[in-house]
Nanobody, 126 residues
């Protein structure tokens, strides 16, 4: 079992930055691949970023490439999402997720993630 708790969401102006964090309870956190997804009102959940267990492999959704950075600290059982140059379209609830293996072809599929946090709201004003 893995429990995930996100933090760091809030209200920011367009062009600003936020850093989301996700704290994991698993003793074997370092063996899990991690992902960030987001869901805006009336829209499907969208892949944002994924990170392998070692942190050596990352992937990003097209809409956030070059602006967002995913990272992890296995010693602290945390994964972070640094979000820069935020846009109003980035407004959503952001979710942290974990899965036992990375999946080079499925890292963007939310159905492949077994554990989810409760989400944190990010609102970007124009």
């Amino acid at each position: 079992q893995v429990q995930l708790v996100e933090s760091g969401g809030g209200l920011v102006q367009a062009g600003g930055s936020l850093r989301l964090s996700c704290a994991a309870s698993a003793r074997t956190f370092s063996s899990y691949a991690m992902g960030w997804f987001r869901q805006a009102p009336g829209k499907e959940r969208e892949f944002v970023a994924a990170l392998s267990s070692s942190g050596g492999i990352t992937n990003y959704g097209d809409s956030v490439k070059g602006r967002f950075t995913i990272s992890r600290d296995n010693a602290k059982n945390t994964v972070s999402l640094q979000m820069n140059s935020l846009k109003p379209d980035d407004t959503a609830v952001y979710y942290c997720a974990a899965r036992p293996s990375y999946g080079s072809r499925t890292f963007y599929q939310n159905k492949e993630y077994a554990y989810w946090g409760q989400g944190t709201q990010v609102t970007v004003s124009s």
